[in-house]
């Protein structure tokens, strides 16, 4: 064979490659994949306990302390520190607060609901002096829709 040949035999093997790439990857990309389940709710809960956990946090204390939390925690006034992160939640979802002092069990403490369908759960550590407390808050949406 001339050199010639040679060459257009590999350009053939080429653009035969290419074709075969080339059509692969167009069956490739036509499967039907579904999309992935929305976290939009799971996220709009989320922010809502967070929210609700900086509220606390970024009150002014009344006599002494950080914040309005750290103040109810230092004085063991724990139904009062729920009862004000549930009042910071978002319309239309409610929440449940869990306390627990340094490595304790958590207790519910404010007012404690069911919930009506799927929970996000928010855990926040908060150093009081030389107290941790652990600040957890359950939240879901009412009627258990998003």
């Known amino acids: 064979m001339r050199d010639d040949e040679v060459a257009q035999i590999h350009i053939l093997e080429m653009l035969t490659l290419f074709w075969l790439f080339f059509m ?5 990309i036509q499967i039907q994949v579904p ?5 939009a709710k799971d996220s709009s809960l989320e922010l809502t306990g967070n929210d609700a956990i900086q509220y606390g946090l970024g009150l002014d204390a009344i006599n002494n302390g950080e914040s309005r939390l750290h103040e109810l925690l230092d004085a063991d006034d724990l139904d009062s520190a729920c009862e004000l992160l549930q009042s910071a939640i978002a319309n239309g979802k409610e929440a449940n607060c869990w306390l627990a002092r340094d490595s304790g069990v958590s207790s519910p403490h404010g007012q404690v609901g069911t919930p009506a369908g799927g929970t996000v759960t928010v ?3 908060i150093a009081v002096d030389s107290v941790a407390w652990t600040v957890t808050m359950d939240v879901w949406a009412r009627g258990g829709g998003a």
């Open 123 to 125: 855990h926040k550590l």
């Open 35 to 39: 999309d992935s389940p929305s976290i």
């Open 24 to 28: 692969s990857a167009t069956f490739l």
